[in-house]
């Protein structure tokens, strides 16, 4: 899951409903499970929705659909509502998103997407809207997501937002860095930081 991020260039996978929650991500059943492969996560992100109730696929969704492809998924508002599973964001970055766009997330989604190297670029709702216009249109559709300088770009009309992105975060997605990798990173300036000020 640790990869560093600069400037992500693809075409995208276009899921437009709205309030999609943590459970349509990941059902609770797999909240069970015993590993952390992202392989198996990533299997079964969107499950219900991706295979019918005997275990066939389900042809008609967008993860079935061969005609969607790339490492953008463009979600509809209010993505990754419910409950705070850190489960979501696993399956999420398990089955290859780099990027999620929206034009709003749940917090703790948002900041568990952050956690597993999945960005969450929020953009204004005409933005969203064109882009699933532009991907409908045309499934080649490519979306630039430029880290260093916070900024979205639909490649079909040249049309960009800039989002916002919490400065720690940046600096540990631009880097591959984790929470404890920061801080292994920064022990020196913690050691002697310790030694400055002790009483």
Not at 164 to 193: P, R, S
Request: charged share 25%.
């Amino acid at each position: 899951m640790k990869q560093k991020f600069n400037v992500i260039t693809s075409t995208c996978v276009p899921l437009p409903l709205e309030n999609v929650d943590t459970d349509q991500i990941i059902p609770a059943r797999f909240l069970k499970a015993t590993t952390r492969e992202e392989s198996f996560f990533g299997d079964n992100l969107f499950r219900d929705w991706r295979y019918n109730a005997d275990g066939t696929i389900n042809k008609n969704f967008v993860l079935n659909d061969p005609t969607y492809s790339g490492c953008i998924l463009v979600a509809g508002k209010n993505f990754g509502n419910g409950s705070s599973r850190e489960h979501a964001a696993w399956a999420i970055a398990g089955y290859g998103f780099r990027v999620v766009i929206s034009s709003f997330f749940a917090d703790i989604h948002k900041n568990n997407e952050l956690n597993n190297f999945v960005l969450p670029v929020v953009v204004s709702e005409p933005f969203l809207a064109e882009l699933f216009e532009n991907i409908k249109q045309d499934p080649k559709t490519e979306v630039e997501v430029d880290l260093p300088n916070q900024r979205v770009t639909n490649k079909a009309t040249g049309k960009s937002e800039t989002f916002e992105i919490n400065g720690y975060k940046k600096h540990c997605l631009m880097n591959g860095l984790d929470d404890i990798d920061f801080l292994v990173e920064n022990q020196d300036k913690t050691v002697a930081w310790e030694k400055q000020n002790r009483h």
